[in-house]
């Protein structure tokens, strides 16, 4: 492609993406293709000669388009949000121009440094402790693997030094917890079997006596606690572990402690909600999504560490060919995390930040808070729905409730649930609430107003009208 092509399509593209961001609630929020359907419309062998790009587009347009759920509709109220936003997307332009594969220092000292002085931005805007030092990870998942990795790196160093037989490990966390924390201690190998799920409270959050006792119960069978997993911000409710005891349990027994705020952290920017990080003095590592509430296109993790020695210790390698006569002096990030090779991540992120200001985004965050707030309100007040927990941030647990039986509620829902998906206005996404099935109303994406809240409500209602009939 000679480079007056690539200017041509590349307008082209931006254009595309500039109408695409402006008519998006035109779109139903759910692709609504069959299985099977995009598959059928594909060549089943690769092209043998090259094809025109304006072909290529054109296909695009018509065969990829129709099966692209629209993550960025303002009506998107399933799951959590995983936002965009234009100086994101315009950096992620610029990232995959350079094309960098960021793995040690040398390979892109920019890319290390600028890592370096956003994490630490994120880490002051969050108000983590000033020790904390931060690293980006492509995902939630994998930082939470990274942490049980590093938790059971010292765990067994322990052991190695107390001498006799290793002791299996133990790992905490509630009952809420997210499926990554059950993934990550299969994959590091401490065994589903010694994962300990403690009881929640009324409000979904660990207990922390509950938590104690499993620890002392462990430890008089033999087995050494390695790793305790907060919640901030549960993804079936949003509740709100309580770090401050739980910092407490895990400094007594000395446990490496891990807090999971994939979706929740971004709060933290905002002084009225800083309140969830009491205790933080007593965190080990610490994760949050950008690219769920802070408008960084998926992927972007940061990942914080009090102690970056022990996470080093765990992951770091000294291939010959990787040397560098500089190792001394810089971070070379390889050494922070599973991969080797490395995206420049930090660039989206920093225009991000950049751009909108702490203000521009604590006032972004702090609207989807109020809308939040104003559903809660409406389900509260219609005798027909139940507020199913309490709505601590912008996500809302709730029910349709007409009196019936308890057993006959939760296919009720789920064919309520069904009806609204249908419609192609909205995308809610669902939970389990202790065996209740229950509605969530996730509010987060950048273009959601007060009227996309209103019109989802209002479908609402009509559709349970229309059910209950
Ligand atoms: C979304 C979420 C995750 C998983 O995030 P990924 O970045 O997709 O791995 C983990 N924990 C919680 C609490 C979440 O809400």
New binding site residues.
Partial sequence: MDKDEFRQFGYKFVDWVADYMSDIAKYNVLSQVKPGEIRDQLPIQPPVQGEPLERIFEDFQKIIMPGITHWQHPSWFA??PANNSPPSILAELLTAGIGAQCMVWQTSPAAAELEEVVLDWLRQMLGLPGEMVGVIQ???????LVALLTARERATNFEANQKGARMPLAVYASEE??S?IEKGTKIAGFGKENLRYIASDEAFAMLPSKLEEAVIQDKKRGLKPACVVA?L???SSTAIDPLLPIGKICHRHSIWLHV?????GTAAILPEKKEMLEGAEHIDSF?F?P??WMFTNF?C?AYFVKDPGALIQTFEIHPEYLKTGLDAKVKNFRDWGIPLGRRFRALKLWFVIRYYGVEGLQKMVREHIRLGQLFKEWIENDENFELMAPANLSLVCFRLNDGRKEEDLNSLNEQFLESLNQTGKVFLSHTDLRGKYVLRMAIGARMTEEHHVKEAWELIQKKSEQLLK
Avoid at 138 to 144: G, I, L, Q, V
Avoid at 260 to 264: E, L, T, W
């Fill in positions: 799951y959590f492509d995902t939630a998942s994998t930082a939470t917890t997210h990554s919640t911000g549960t993804t999971d705020a994939a979706f929740a994760v999504n690219h769920k992927d993790s």
